[in-house]
């Protein structure tokens, strides 16, 4: 997955047909790749930054991006209906817990609705998607070689500090080939595929969780499982069918 450079630095490979752009330091990834479509970039164009200086998070959180952490954005195009393209968020979240599970085996990764992944209960990867139709930027953050310090809203951990060596440019190039090859099964079997694999490495199903969504108060239930869709389905009292909930912040009562 890796070729040599000179004087021993490594490059990742990228999928055949896809494009690596790298920046030493952007705004953000995801601005880059905005920029880069509006002149024309298309399906499989990787932007990698060593440094953001405007890295950004879901819900308008900030994203700590030091040198030594993967910060990358991938342009998709989805060939699928426009009703199912929030399906990409989970397929996203499989890719990258494969990928991460392949550069280090000891560790066991689990993903948390819809596309945090998190390893012994502490998170080490983000994913934002954002739209820019008819494309979508597909931004990942995965904490390599550090975990941001100061004031978190949750837990957190490296690749590093979870004693695994591997550097970015392994990290990204085994993110993209599970990307691309996710991405061709998404296209050729429909969501069932995903939807089996990101329930294997779920954390948290049939524990007590808490739901925020931004227009109720919070919702606390048990997590059962996913919908055929990928909506999230929690069971908030004994009788009746689980609610259906399509966007919001999941917290596991009991950590992973
Ligand atoms: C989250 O968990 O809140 C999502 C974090 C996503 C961070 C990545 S880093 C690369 C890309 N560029 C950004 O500005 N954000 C995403």
């Known amino acids: 997955m890796v070729t040599e450079k000179a004087a021993g630095e490594v ?15 952007v705004d953000s990834t995801n601005e880059q790749a905005r920029r880069l479509i509006a002149g024309g970039a298309e399906h499989g164009t990787v932007v990698v930054a060593d440094v953001q200086t405007g890295g950004r998070g879901r819900h308008g959180r900030k994203w700590t991006s030091p040198r030594g952490n993967l910060h990358c954005s991938i342009i998709v195009h989805p060939h ?28 066991v990764f689990r993903a948390k609705w819809p596309n945090d992944i998190l390893c ?6 983000g994913i934002l998607l954002e739209n820019a139709e008819p494309s979508v930027i597909v931004g990942i953050g995965v904490d390599v070689a550090s975990a941001p310090g100061g004031e978190v809203l ?9 004693g695994c060596r591997a550097g970015v440019e392994e990290v990204l190039a085994a993110i993209c080939q599970r990307m691309d090859r996710w991405l061709r099964r998404w296209e050729a079997d429909g969501f069932e595929p995903i939807r089996s694999a990101w329930l294997e490495r779920a954390g948290g199903i049939g524990e007590p969780v808490v739901v ?43 950590s992973l």
């Open 80 to 107: 699928r209906p426009q009703r199912e393209v929030p399906q990409l968020s989970l397929l996203t979240g499989v890719a990258v817990a494969e990928a991460l599970a392949s550069v280090a085996p000891h560790s």
């Open 212 to 254: 925020r969504t931004e227009d109720r108060d919070p919702l606390r239930g048990t997590l059962v499982g996913l919908d055929t869709d990928g909506a999230l389905l929690i069971q908030e009292a004994v009788d009746g069918p689980p609610r259906r909930i399509l966007a919001g912040d999941v917290h596991l009562v009991r």
């Open 154 to 162: 949750y837990p957190t951990t490296s690749l590093a500090e979870e």
């Open 120 to 125: 012994r209960g502490r998170k080490l990867c």
């Open 11 to 25: 490059e990742a490979q990228v999928p055949s047909g896809w494009r690596l752009v790298r920046f030493d330091t």
